[in-house]
């Protein structure tokens, strides 16, 4: 079992940067596919960034390349998602999530995630 808390989100202005931290306990992640997803109210949780195990390959949704980075720390058990030049439509809550086994590509569907953690809010004004 694995449990998942994220931190630092908060209100920002359009043009702002954000870092969100995900801190995985109960048993180590390092063997772990680890992501982040977004939800806006009205609008189904989806797929932002997925990063494997090693750390050596990476994945971003289209609108968020060039200004989303996720990175990892297996000595820490933490994952991070740098959020630079944040827009208005980056406003959603925020989930870390983890998959054991599995392609990083098969993690791009919300359906397929074994361990999620509870959010962390992302709001970014006009």
């Known amino acids: 079992q694995v449990q998942l808390l994220e931190s630092g989100g908060g209100l920002v202005q359009a043009g702002a940067s954000l870092r969100l931290s995900c801190v995985a306990s109960?048993?180590?992640?390092?063997?772990?596919?680890m992501g982040w997803f977004r939800q806006a109210p009205g609008r189904e949780r989806e797929v932002v960034a997925t990063?494997?195990?090693?750390?050596?390959?990476?994945i971003y949704t289209d609108s968020v390349k060039g200004r989303f980075t996720i990175s990892r720390d297996n000595a820490k058990n933490t994952v991070f998602l740098q959020l630079n030049s944040l827009k208005p439509e980056d406003t959603a809550v925020y989930y870390c999530?983890?998959?054991?086994?599995?392609?990083?590509?098969?993690?791009?569907?919300?359906?397929?995630?074994?361990?999620w953690g509870k959010g962390t809010l992302v709001t970014v004004s006009s």
């Open positions: 990063i494997g195990w090693s750390g050596a390959n990476t």
């Open positions: 109960g048993r180590t992640m390092i063997t772990y596919n």
């Open positions: 999530a983890a998959n054991y086994g599995g392609s990083l590509v098969s993690m791009s569907s919300a359906g397929r995630i074994d361990y």
